[in-house]
């Protein structure tokens, strides 16, 4: 059974910094497309960055060049270093764990149980 726990998240004013990190069990973790999303309040989730077993990313645009999503292989664990944080930053956000076989379909995958981020301005 796949487990991904996230921790790191908190309530940080505008211009800090926060990690998350997310570790994954239960899974080839070497085999998953790992990611992490956001859901504000009233808003749909959505995808913030994500990292293939390659390590090649991808961002949203309004998270580039202020975060860096990062993969240990060897603790099946991901990182997402969010830096200049605003207050739209404001989210739950949810580690996503999907196989490659799959890996356009986040919803086919796992998802943790998500950690708030609160942004004062």
């Known amino acids: 059974q796949v487990q991904l726990v996230e921790s790191g998240g908190g309530l940080v004013q505008a211009g800090g910094s926060l990690r998350l990190s997310c570790a994954a069990s239960?899974?080839?973790?070497?085999?998953?497309?790992m990611g992490w999303y956001r859901q504000a309040p009233g808003r749909e989730r959505d995808m913030v960055a994500r990292?293939?077993?390659?390590?090649?990313?991808i961002y949203a645009d309004s998270v580039k060049g202020r975060w860096t999503i990062t993969r240990d292989n060897s603790k099946s664990t991901i990182y997402l270093q969010m830096n200049d944080l605003k207050p739209e930053d404001t989210g739950v956000y949810y580690c996503?764990?999907?196989?490659?076989?799959?890996?356009?379909?986040?919803?086919?995958?796992?998802w943790g149980q998500g950690t708030q981020v609160t942004v004062s301005s």
């Open positions: 996503s764990a999907v196989p490659m076989a799959v890996a356009h379909y986040p919803d086919r995958g796992s």
């Open positions: 239960g899974m080839l973790f070497s085999d998953h497309v």
């Open positions: 990292i293939t077993p390659g390590a090649s990313t």
